[in-house]
């Protein structure tokens, strides 16, 4: 078994995964890594998703990595491209031979005298290491949130997920019907409008939408006289600066906010259209994430009358499209249930300690990325409010610290230990879609102060982790260094 050690192991080859992995090789040089990814490519979510639009909703210039310039004119990339940037990293940085495909972790047990997870896949291969590091993302690939709807049975067209997309698809000239009010059926509706002969988004709650243009203007003049580097980090910055001050007066004045995004929406379509019907949440803004329209894509579909979006509840599915519970029937030849992701905790992974199962609700979180009394693991979950990589990169750079840190003080576990008497919230609290509401109760909780609240603040986030006393904040570190693999 002494072939299936490393000193870590990182979960998942998708964004998060294969950027830990080229922090890793910078900060921590000489160290060994294993990258298990549950699937047979990496890139996660840009691999998996394949339905027609498929784009990222925050700009690429914080979706990107930190150490790599987004080079591209578009910020808001289609899938392919960002796929297409992950494989590059993993090229530049060496890292395709350190992925194992296939390999679906289903459970993981620390040793506590060995100071040493033994990390256990599904088809029964077993891994060790000494640090784990997840980054298997937030939500089921193989089990999206797909509620069963009265009546689906009668319908004699396709049903289909976005999630679980069909690529032979034939949606060309076809009436198409999308059910939700999402990121993904505000892209779907655009893409799939310019062939189709119609698409109507039926929604039962409204969102609300935010248009930007695709291409960042100052960016790219910029870059035709400065190098990459240079204006990226600008330009990252800006837009950092720029997401968090529209973020912080959403939450200063909601009803402002709320006025301001509907009066936007209004400019973009016809006087006469009903936006505050079917652009009219019932919360205020950034209590559920805004959805991002790239130039105002779907605003043109709606314009140019080859999409409409309908809003009322489904009475139930007929043979020939969808009866309302107003009474209205929206016939149609395709379904596309955009209904959401399902929401999993560490990769739906099985923890333990000594045989002991782990049940994460039970436990405090520090910092949002480790767990009280779970030693030497850490996991990325990024924020709510911005661009995922962001946090990605300073959880990353927080973990390689923390196995320095034990390196240097000839260490070899850390466990976070959370006070005594103190007051428990829910996980999160700024943010309340379904998504997250439907598994509040399986998450883990945080504290009534730092490090063990979810901020969810990216500029706290930026000043504190990179200098944060790693002796005084809740970490106990322990385990005697001789206890390496090479003594066994």
């Known amino acids: 078994m002494a072939d299936n050690y490393t000193d870590l192991i990182i979960v998942g080859a998708g964004l998060s995964g294969i950027g830990a992995a080229v922090h890793y090789n910078r900060e921590c040089p000489g160290k060994s890594y294993r990258i ?27 979706l990107g990595y930190k150490f790599k310039p987004w080079k591209a004119k578009k910020a808001i990339a289609d899938g392919p491209s960002i796929l297409d940037y992950i494989h590059e990293t993993a090229r530049e940085h060496n890292i395709d031979d350190k ?44 089990e999206p949130h797909n509620p069963d709807i009265k009546g689906e049975k009668n319908f004699k067209g396709p049903i289909i997920h976005p999630q679980l997309w069909d690529e032979n698809l034939d949606y060309k000239d076809k009436q198409v019907v999308i059910i939700g009010s999402g990121a993904t059926a505000m892209t779907l509706l655009p893409a799939m409008a310019e062939d189709a002969a119609h698409v109507t988004m039926v929604q039962r709650t409204p969102s609300y939408v935010i248009s930007r243009p695709s291409k960042d203007g100052l960016n790219n003049l910029m870059r035709k006289v400065l190098p990459d580097r240079w204006v990226y980090k600008f330009t990252r910055w800006k837009n950092i600066v720029g997401q968090s001050f529209l973020f912080k007066s959403a939450r200063r004045k909601p009803e402002k906010a709320k006025k301001n995004l509907m009066k936007w929406t209004q400019k973009a379509l016809p006087d006469d259209y009903p936006v505050d019907v079917h652009f009219n949440p019932p919360y205020y803004p950034w209590e559920q994430r805004l959805c991002l329209v790239p130039d105002g894509d779907l605003y043109e579909a709606i314009n140019n009358g080859s999409a409409s979006i309908v809003t009322g509840h489904i009475d139930t599915i007929t043979k020939d499209g969808i009866k309302l519970k107003s009474g209205e029937v929206l016939e149609t030849d395709i379904i596309v249930k955009a209904t959401g992701i399902t929401i999993n905790v560490m990769g739906d992974t099985v923890f333990s300690i000594g ?36 946090r990605a990169d300073l959880v990353a750079e927080f973990m390689c610290r ?53 901020l969810q603040d990216y500029k706290r986030d930026r000043k504190v982790l990179p200098t944060k006393d790693l002796e005084g904040d809740g970490l106990v570190f322990g385990g005697p260094a001789q206890q390496a693999e090479a003594a066994e």
Request: net charge negative; proline share 6%.
């Open 99 to 142: 992925i194992t495909y296939d390999a679906k972790v289903v459970s993981a047990d620390w040793d506590r005298e060995a100071c040493r997870w033994t990390v256990k896949t599904k088809s029964g291969e077993s891994y060790r290491c000494n640090f784990l590091f997840m980054c298997a993302g937030y939500y089921s690939y193989d």
């Open 36 to 62: 298990l990814e549950a699937r047979g490519a990496k890139g996660g979510t840009w691999d998996l998703f394949r339905y027609p639009g498929i784009r990222s909703d925050s700009d690429m210039h914080t």
């Open 355 to 390: 045989g002991k199962e782990v049940h994460f609700p039970d436990l405090f979180n520090y910092e949002t990325m480790m767990f009280e009394g779970v030693p030497n693991m850490a996991s990325v979950f990024g924020y709510v409010n911005a661009s995922w990589t962001l």
């Open 402 to 454: 923390l196995v320095n840190h034990m390196d240097k003080t000839g260490t070899r576990s850390v466990t976070p230990i959370a006070p005594d008497g103190m007051e428990s919230k829910p996980w999160i609290t700024i943010f309340n879609p379904g998504y997250i509401n439907r598994v509040l109760h399986l998450m883990p909780k945080q504290g009534d102060r730092e490090p063990w609240l979810n």
